[in-house]
């Protein structure tokens, strides 16, 4: 019987994934390797006010050195939404003493979801 209840909540728990659970938590610990898996092939970037189309390689050297310069100590996502295949989340990133507005754009492709568009900006 347990069992079947594990199981049970198992699948509740795929229909229910939040892709931004694992972006999270590579934005907060700066992981800039791990974070770039989650880019589409090509991606808007946006650190402090400087855009960049980028390739996946081009942004993560970007985000490695955004992360370089302001080591984080905290994320947390304030809002999300969006439809099944295109969603995004607002949160607010804590990182070399200084607080960030962070916006993540996410579609899904092929069953599997990559970040469109990252913008990271100083909150006034």
């Excluded at 069992?3 to 999270?24: E, H, K, T, W």
């Excluded at 200084?98 to 469109?116: A, H």
């Amino acid at each position: 019987m347990l069992f079947l209840c594990m199981g049970l909540s198992a699948s509740a728990q795929n229909r229910s994934y939040d892709v931004f659970i694992p972006i999270s938590k590579y934005m907060k610990s700066g992981d800039a390797e791990k974070l770039s898996a989650w880019f589409a092939d090509n991606l808007e970037i946006t650190i402090l006010s400087s855009y960049n189309n980028s390739s996946k390689s081009q942004a993560k050297q970007i985000i490695k050195s955004f992360f370089n310069s302001y080591t984080p100590r905290s994320f947390t996502i304030d809002h999300k939404a969006g439809r099944s295949n295109m969603k995004y989340a607002l949160g607010v990133l804590n990182a070399g003493g200084e607080m960030f507005m962070v916006t993540i754009f996410v579609s899904c492709k092929d069953s599997s979801y990559k970040i469109q568009q990252l913008k990271i900006e100083r909150m006034e």
